[in-house]
């Protein structure tokens, strides 16, 4: 016996465009049923899922991939926990609140976190997949009666929990507050820790300025300071490592800890492995079919559910999800890089402005190379970036060179009113379908659903794959990728980086990437360029040098160390004070590659 799913893309579905094949090709249609209709209210298509047969034929016919059809094991029916209505979105089980610990979730965009957060913020009432007749609190606590969940919801049925919610979208705190970064933390600051908190999070420089002039990375701590500040019962942070660098989300981490010592609890959503690995104590993976189902595993523990997740396999759960696993490379480099062709180079440069300098020592990029960039933020990683693009002039030292590049820059613009397949043929510079193009470089990057999209209706996601791709469509040697990880889940990072490094290798290209991933870096670059400095004062580039030597340098500096996983192989942090990392750091073997 099977669950089945029958899923509506309602912003795909264009029944004006295909002449409804779905309707058209359906067997149990053509039977004289109506297992799919046109809703003549919304003008969309519309499946009968107790009559749907699960042959996915309306899968294959619809030309916009609106349709996804899915058949489950049927006691997992049993389990389904929210439905939002008809061929919607439904969500299986639920993550499970722990008082003392740090629980990270971990799973792909569209999956269901934000479900997550609204029901155990108390946002909204979990109606057990029942959303025509949703049922009362009565028949909630009943099906969660014998769990740790029926707690949690007696609270929120009493309206006895009060949540602490860090958002994903910090740049909306600007519209809906006027004031200095001071009057926000002291207005909901409910545990006297403004202080301590601006001290922590770097943010005491930024406490007089009113909040709309704050950047990105500010936004985000001000916001996990905000949240943090509130006495609560359940603190949930959403993606508090985008923006910040490798040095203020490790400070992040820190904060966030020190709150589930204080025997709160604590769920986190989050994409930097690296950072989820330091900061969780469990993992609760997420799978399933993006914007179509999420399904919640039991509790694990941090190591085996990060392991878990990237093999795509849940062992005590006898479910596979993925059908690849994800594996990192451990050699010291892919390539040997020291007596390559030389794709460009550059002499020591210097940019100054009125309140900034930049000193770069020479370097070079060579064919096939991948050359990552780390450092903190406004020490002018970007501004290297633009002088090697021509974007930029340095004011010392020349930098001459005929190199065709393709820039993808940090901050994205959606506000283009032009279909995705429209915007990606412009950046080929002429035909797109049916062409070698789109199959080398686009259907590995599963897009082509997004081709009818409009660029300014995309997520923050699709908008960096897309941006992505349209970077690496232009027939150029150099691709410079600023943050291309950004609004990206795991799984997408992990496949962009593979992609990026495997394109260069295979057509004699090179790319240059700045990110704050560091398992993304560690993944992708053969050589590396360390930024160190004084934030938004002074910055300084040192010369390339392979990625071993590269990362235990950086990591001295931000004083933890790096071992391999001895199943997946990716770089793991080690617990400030271990064993392991006392001994790494006695050792000077900040990054093992043992």
Request: charged share 25%.
């Amino acid at each position: 016996m099977t669950h089945r799913i029958a899923v509506l893309d309602k912003e795909l579905c264009q029944p004006k465009k295909c002449g409804l094949e779905c309707i058209k090709y359906c067997p149990v249609n053509k039977s004289g049923k109506d297992c799919i209709i046109l809703n003549e209210e919304i003008k969309k298509a519309e499946i009968d899922e107790d009559l749907c047969n699960g042959c996915g034929i309306c899968v294959k016919v619809c030309p916009f991939d609106a349709i996804t059809i899915v058949n489950l094991a049927s006691e997992l029916g049993k389990q389904k926990t929210h439905e939002y209505g008809k061929n919607s979105f439904r969500l299986y089980k639920i993550p499970t609140p722990k008082k003392g610990v740090v629980v990270g979730l971990l799973g792909r965009n569209g999956i269901g976190k934000s479900t997550v957060i609204n029901i155990l913020s108390g946002n909204l009432k979990i109606n057990l997949g029942n959303y025509e007749n949703p049922p009362e609190w009565n028949e909630i606590l009943k099906y969660f009666s014998g769990t740790q969940l029926k707690q949690h919801f007696e609270l929120i049925a009493n309206k006895q929990i009060k949540a602490s919610i860090k958002p994903q979208q910090v740049y909306q705190i600007a519209k809906v507050f006027s004031g200095t970064s001071k009057e926000l933390l002291e207005k909901y600051d409910e545990r006297n820790v403004t202080q301590e908190l601006a001290r922590d999070l770097g943010l005491e420089n930024s406490l007089e300025q009113n909040v709309d002039e704050l950047s990105g990375g500010e936004l985000q701590r001000l916001s996990i300071a905000v949240a943090v500040s509130r006495e609560a019962d359940f603190y949930f942070f959403d993606e508090p490592s985008s923006y910040n660098d490798i040095f203020q989300r490790i400070a992040v981490a820190r904060v966030i800890h020190k709150l589930a010592k204080n025997e709160k609890s604590v769920m986190v959503v989050e994409h930097d492995l690296m950072l989820l690995d330091y900061l969780s104590d469990y993992i609760q993976v997420l799978y399933g079919e993006p914007s179509a189902y999420g399904i919640v595993s039991n509790v694990l523990s941090t190591k085996s559910g990060v392991n878990q997740f990237l093999d795509g396999y849940l062992p005590t759960e006898n479910v596979r999800f993925r059908d690849s696993k994800f594996r990192f490379d451990v050699s010291t480099s892919a390539y040997e890089f020291s007596t390559g062709d030389q794709v460009i180079s550059y002499p020591k440069l210097e940019k100054k402005y009125s309140h900034f300098s930049l000193s770069v020592e020479p370097g070079a990029v060579r064919k096939s190379e991948v050359l990552g960039i780390v450092g903190a933020n406004a020490l002018g990683k970007t501004t290297l970036m633009k002088m090697i693009a021509g974007i930029e002039k340095p004011n010392d030292g020349e930098l001459e060179t005929k190199v065709k590049i393709a820039y993808k820059p940090q901050y994205l613009s959606n506000d283009i009113d032009v279909d995705v397949f429209s915007f990606l043929e412009k950046a080929n510079g002429g035909l797109l379908e049916e062409t070698s193009e789109e199959e080398q470089i686009i259907e590995p990057m599963k897009i082509k659903k997004l081709y009818n999209k409009s660029v300014k209706n995309l997520s923050g996601g699709e908008l960096q794959k897309v941006a992505i791709i349209s970077c690496l469509l232009q027939k150029v040697e150099l691709y410079a990728f600023d943050e291309p990880s950004a609004f990206l889940d795991v799984e997408d990072r992990i496949a962009v980086a593979k992609f990026i490094q495997r394109f260069v290798r295979s057509y004699g290209k090179s790319a240059i990437v700045i990110d704050h991933d560091l398992q993304l870096l560690d993944l992708i670059s053969d050589s590396m360029v360390i930024f160190d400095g004084i934030s938004g004062q002074v910055g300084h580039a040192s010369s390339p040098m392979l990625r071993p030597k590269a990362m235990n340098e950086f990591l001295k500096s931000l004083n933890i160390t790096f071992r391999r996983d001895e199943i997946s192989l990716r770089p793991r942090v080690n617990k400030q004070g271990s064993r392991v990392d006392r001994e790494q750091k006695e050792s000077g073997q900040f990054y093992s590659r043992n």
